[in-house]
T-cell receptor, first 115, second 112 residues
């Protein structure tokens, strides 16, 4: 099993450009999450999904959109990138019992620089 | 709002030493607490998950304790090795059950 994979690993954007980050998991997990990690702020939840076709807002959702068209994929979109979105983005997934009972499995991260 | 604090922010120890990492949280109404490890440039790897009804969990040389009433958890690492060098993060699951709140981590360096 590859676990949780993220594409791309690194990206540089100019302010105003758009992009989509792809997260894929091969563990048949129901729950998927997008976090950003910033120095001095820790990891913060952007959006999450409790199953195919569902999405919900986390702690810092503004400026991001997500979609979960397939169970194994969770996409994070930036419609108009801003320098404040420079960060490391992590995707995570959890099994059927959810995070009440199970831990989260994290991807390797995507480093995004917005100029 | 739940806040998670980890002390110290950084720790450097010689190989073989036993050490304790600390985590405190402001709201004791939690479902569980987790400890993660993060290597430089990598994602997080789960180490231990303690349910709110439990007092401790053990995995190999790692032992995590939870005192929910006082809002504290400790991660004990026995006989530390250079391969233990990493950032250790704790996270608590809020009673809403929807998300984890993370601390900023303790950066551990174990010197040979």
């Amino acid at each position: 099993n590859a676990g949780v994979t993220q594409t791309p690993k690194f990206r540089v954007l100019k302010t105003g450009q758009s992009m989509t980050l792809l997260c894929a998991q091969d563990m048949n997990h129901e729950y998927m999450y997008w976090y950003r990690q910033d120095p001095g702020m820790g990891l913060r939840l952007i959006h999450y999904s409790v199953g195919e076709g569902t999405t919900a807002k986390g702690e810092v959702p503004d400026g991001y959109n997500v979609s979960r068209l397939k169970k194994q994929n969770f996409l994070l979109g930036l419609e108009s990138a801003a320098p404040s979105q420079t960060s490391v983005y992590f995707c995570a997934s959890t099994g059927d019992r959810g995070i009440l009972q199970e831990t989260q499995y994290f991807g390797p991260g995507t480093r995004l620089l917005v100029l | 709002k739940q806040e998670v604090t980890q002390i110290p922010a950084a720790l450097s120890v010689p190989e073989g030493e036993n050490l304790v990492l600390n985590c405190s949280f402001t709201d004791s109404a939690i479902y569980n607490l987790q400890w993660f490890r993060q290597d430089p440039g990598k994602g997080l790897t789960s180490l231990l998950l303690i349910q709110s009804s439990q007092r401790e969990q053990t995995s190999g040389r790692l032992n995590a304790s939870l005192d929910k009433s006082s809002g504290r958890s400790t991660l004990y690492i026995a006989a530390s090795q250079p391969g233990d060098s990493a950032t250790y993060l704790c996270a608590v699951l809020e009673t809403s059950g929807s998300r984890l709140t993370f601390g900023e981590g303790t950066q551990l360096t174990v010197n040979p």
